[in-house]
């Protein structure tokens, strides 16, 4: 994907920075899943949730897109804490190419380590990277909007798995496809594909070595002091949008807006989070010099960028979500008030 198709910064900036963190599924539907499958499917789940919380493993996996694959090393474990007698997370994620990159838990404080910013930290229960953090929490809460289907045993990393299919229950998200690990319950490979059978993105896991005791690596992390917090939700206290997204797929609610300007060009940007469980789509608006400019689109894997320019106004549109939806929703922005600019 070349930066250059893109007049937008808003569009550069998220390409730049981005961290890359079959079978149709047109014969899969609701009356196709039997009651056992979808509690099967919805057990093993509830398995994999208890696994990503209460283990101590290291694993290793690579993200493969667009015909690249990039690396990631992911850590967790337990420890007790002395004064409370609760349970404490440990985390690490670690993107191993390029400069280096790295995500650290304790807790409820995830810390972010990255070349082009000062080390910072903020209050949450878990890692945001290429794992859907939903995976780690009650799967349930996807049941408004997706089936879950258990397919059988197949063979991945050598050993034997459970494959699920997380299908949509409409055409404007793309269906997963995940096999767990029976012994253990953890993931071992994650796909994910258009309703036509498309594969856009996948991750699949090289290394899997579950403990009994902490990690060398997790016992230094518990040693360190972690960058300071910034205090997130104060600053989206009573915002004020001068616009507002008329349509998303069902399902979807904003979770984040604010108001800022973007480090290179200095423009002063609206930013709209959407969020159904399981996929972020993020909106962008901003006004523009420019009177009207065409659809601009590009896929990074299964991540749709997409950007226009409409009677001065641009909106940019970036999530794991099919061409026509983002379209809808780019259409749907209209204004609601006047603002003074940030």
Same mark, same amino acid.
């Given at each position: 994907?070349?930066?250059?198709?893109?007049?937008?910064?808003? #569009?550069?900036?998220?390409?730049?920075?981005?961290?890359?963190?079959?079978?149709?599924?047109?014969?899969?539907?609701?009356?196709?899943?039997?009651?056992?499958?979808?509690?099967?499917?919805?057990? /093993?789940?509830? %398995?994999?949730?208890?696994? *990503?919380?209460?283990?101590?493993?290291?694993?290793?996996?690579?993200?493969?897109?667009?015909?690249?694959?990039?690396? =990631?090393?992911?850590?967790? !474990?337990?420890?007790?804490?002395?004064?409370?007698?609760?349970?404490?997370?440990?985390?690490?994620?670690?993107?191993?190419?390029?400069? %280096?990159?790295?995500?650290?838990?304790? $807790?409820?404080?995830?810390?972010?380590?990255?070349?082009?910013?000062?080390?910072?930290?903020?209050?949450?229960? =878990?890692?945001?990277?290429?794992?859907?953090?939903?995976?780690?929490?009650?799967?349930?809460? *996807?049941?408004?909007? =997706?089936?879950? @289907?258990?397919?059988?045993?197949?063979?991945?990393?050598? %050993?034997?798995?459970?494959?699920?299919?997380?299908?949509?229950?409409?055409?404007?998200?793309?269906?997963?496809?995940?096999?767990? $690990?029976?012994?253990?319950?953890?993931?071992?490979?994650?796909?994910?594909?258009?309703?036509? !059978?498309?594969?856009?993105?996948? #991750?699949?896991? &090289?290394?899997?070595?579950?403990?009994?005791?902490? /990690?060398?690596?997790?016992?230094?992390?518990?040693?360190?002091?972690?960058?300071?917090?910034?205090?997130?939700?104060?600053?989206?206290?009573?915002?004020?949008?001068?616009?507002?997204?008329?349509?998303?797929?069902?399902?979807?609610?904003?979770?984040?807006?604010?108001?800022?300007?973007?480090? &290179?060009?200095?423009?002063?940007?609206?930013?709209?989070?959407?969020?159904? !469980?399981?996929?972020?789509?993020?909106?962008?608006?901003?006004?523009?010099?420019?009177?009207?400019?065409?659809?601009?689109?590009?896929?990074?894997?299964?991540?749709?960028?997409?950007?226009?320019?409409?009677?001065?106004?641009?909106? /940019?549109? @970036? !999530?794991?979500?099919?061409?026509?939806?983002?379209?809808?929703?780019?259409?749907?922005?209209?204004?609601?008030?006047?603002?003074?600019?940030?």
């Amino acid at each position: 994907m070349k930066l250059f198709l893109f007049k937008s910064p808003i #569009i550069q900036v998220f390409l730049i920075c981005s961290l890359s963190i079959f079978t149709s599924f047109s014969a899969l539907s609701a009356t196709a899943n039997s009651d056992s499958d979808s509690n099967i499917a919805k057990l /093993s789940f509830e %398995r994999l949730s208890n696994a *990503l919380r209460d283990l101590n493993f290291s694993t290793s996996f690579v993200v493969v897109k667009n015909n690249q694959a990039e690396p =990631y090393h992911w850590l967790h !474990g337990i420890i007790e804490n002395t004064e409370s007698g609760n349970q404490v997370e440990l985390e690490i994620l670690a993107l191993l190419n390029g400069p %280096r990159r790295d995500i650290l838990r304790i $807790d409820n404080t995830v810390s972010y380590i990255e070349p082009e910013y000062a080390p910072y930290s903020i209050m949450s229960s =878990y890692i945001s990277g290429p794992i859907p953090a939903v995976f780690g929490q009650d799967i349930s809460m *996807l049941d408004n909007n =997706y089936h879950f @289907v258990s397919v059988g045993k197949s063979r991945v990393l050598g %050993r034997i798995a459970q494959l699920i299919r997380i299908v949509p229950k409409d055409t404007h998200r793309f269906g997963y496809w995940v096999w767990l $690990d029976q012994q253990s319950g953890l993931l071992l490979k994650l796909a994910i594909i258009t309703r036509k !059978g498309q594969l856009l993105e996948q #991750i699949q896991f &090289t290394h899997l070595e579950i403990t009994n005791v902490l /990690s060398e690596h997790l016992k230094q992390l518990q040693a360190t002091d972690l960058p300071k917090i910034i205090n997130l939700e104060t600053k989206q206290q009573d915002i004020e949008l001068a616009w507002k997204v008329n349509w998303l797929p069902n399902g979807f609610k904003q979770i984040k807006a604010n108001r800022h300007r973007i480090n &290179t060009s200095k423009q002063a940007v609206e930013f709209m989070l959407f969020n159904d !469980g399981l996929v972020d789509i993020s909106v962008y608006v901003n006004p523009s010099n420019e009177k009207q400019r065409a659809i601009e689109f590009a896929n990074d894997g299964a991540t749709l960028v997409l950007n226009q320019v409409i009677n001065n106004v641009e909106v /940019s549109v @970036v !999530g794991k979500i099919p061409l026509a939806s983002a379209k809808k929703i780019v259409n749907s922005i209209r204004f609601i008030r006047d603002l003074d600019t940030p």
